[in-house]
């Protein structure tokens, strides 16, 4: 979990009020408050047609708000751009692998690195030879990420759950100060599952990390604080217990009282 001493001065990196989508008169999501503390893990919760996905896309601005605000680290960053956002150090993984496919392993972090380290510029045009300070850094990341046997394997001929694990490689290259991941289990095996959720124990210390999830069980053993969406709103939120137990959590996701 989040290694943040939770005290009552404790402050939030991440403030979302009143949060609200319309898509031609439906509305996703309805005044959604969601306040992610500094060094903690927050997952965002509920059954399908929840608005977590929606949710997420605002909180990235993937999706711009019909209304409310979203505050980041005190910047308000409700009408910025994705780009604008990410160099603020607010960064996202998505559902579907984001690597490119024909670039080894080693490639793919080191882009990443030139990411954070030369700015806009990538250097494509460069000779090999100049990128090689980079490599080191790029080798100690695919070894904390379980990589390095894979270091010259192509993205595309990896294993599902290792493509994650190098997508969360390349992530954490550009050193954000949170990260968002969106439902990073989806798709994984059991031995794949316990591999990402040490990964992302492992990445959250010395940042923030906010992810949607399915995995309930994941959730309890990662998580130090939950929201509880449900038809767009904002259902409950606490720790895992606090959620689990909550009469409304309980129907919503079981429509009968059994613990979540």
């Not at 090999?128 to 990420?145: G, Y």
């Not at 969106?182 to 906010?210: H, K, N, Q, Y």
């Amino acid at each position: 979990m989040g290694n943040a001493p939770q005290t009552a001065n404790e402050d939030f990196i991440l403030r979302a009020s009143k949060l609200t989508k319309t898509f031609r008169g439906f509305t996703a999501v309805n005044e959604v408050d969601i306040n992610v503390r500094r060094g903690h893990i927050h997952a965002v919760i509920g059954p399908n047609g929840a608005g977590k996905t929606t949710c997420f896309n605002l909180l990235t601005k993937f999706l711009q708000p019909t209304g409310g605000t979203i505050h980041f680290d005190g910047i308000d960053i409700t009408r910025r751009a994705p780009a604008d956002i990410a160099r603020l150090g607010l960064v996202r993984s998505f559902q579907i692998s984001a690597v490119f496919p024909q670039l080894t392993a080693l490639k793919n972090v080191r882009v990443a690195l030139q990411r954070r380290t030369r700015g806009d510029s990538f250097d494509f045009w460069r000779a090999e030879r100049c990128l090689s300070a980079l490599e080191d850094e790029a080798m100690s990341l695919l070894e904390a990420f379980g990589l390095s046997a894979f270091s010259g394997v192509p993205a595309a001929e990896l294993a599902y759950g290792r493509k994650r694990a190098l997508e969360l490689a390349t992530t954490i290259a550009v050193n954000p100060r949170m990260l968002l991941l969106d439902e990073p289990m989806a798709g994984l095996g059991r031995e794949d599952i316990e591999r990402v959720a040490e990964i992302i124990r492992r990445i959250a210390r010395g940042r923030t990390v906010l992810m949607v999830e399915h995995n309930l069980s994941v959730v309890s053993r990662l998580s130090d604080h939950i929201t509880v969406l449900a038809r767009g709103e904002v259902l409950a939120h606490g720790d895992y217990a606090t959620v689990s137990n909550d009469e409304r959590v309980i129907e919503a996701y079981l429509g009968s009282a059994a613990h979540v």
